[in-house]
């Protein structure tokens, strides 16, 4: 069982940056594909930004590409996600999901394991 602890939500104004953090309750992450989802008020989950286990590979959703980075610490701890240029659509809660395996997938339902998520809201 892996549990996912999120921090680093706010409420923030239109163009500035926040970094979300996300680390795993006594152990690493290095086993695992890491994800960035988000769910805005009234609407369904959707795809930020996944990274595959050895951080090779990422993907971003098409309203963050350019502006949010997903990244790994080198101790393998904490996955990140770095969000600049933050508009007031990006209001949503945050959940970062670990994927038993090495590939990362772009379906919220492939993830095994999930946080509890952290709110940012971006005033206009």
């Known amino acids: 069982q892996v549990q996912l602890v999120e921090s680093g939500g706010g409420l923030v104004q239109a163009g500035d940056s926040l970094r979300l953090s996300c680390a795993a309750s006594?152990?690493?992450?290095?086993?695992?594909?890491m994800g960035w989802f988000r769910q805005p008020p009234g609407k369904e989950r959707e795809l930020v930004a996944i990274m595959n286990r050895s951080g090779g590979y990422t993907y971003y959703g098409d309203s963050v590409k350019g502006r949010f980075t997903i990244s790994r610490d080198n101790a393998e701890i904490a996955v990140y996600l770095q969000m600049n240029s933050l508009k007031p659509e990006d209001t949503a809660v945050y959940f970062c999901?670990?994927?038993?395996?090495?590939?990362?997938?772009?379906?919220?339902?492939?993830?095994?394991?999930w946080g509890q998520g952290t709110q940012v809201t971006v005033s206009s």
């Open positions: 006594g152990r690493t992450l290095s086993n695992y594909a």
């Open positions: 999901a670990a994927k038993s395996g090495y590939a990362a997938r772009t379906r919220a339902a492939d993830y095994d394991y």
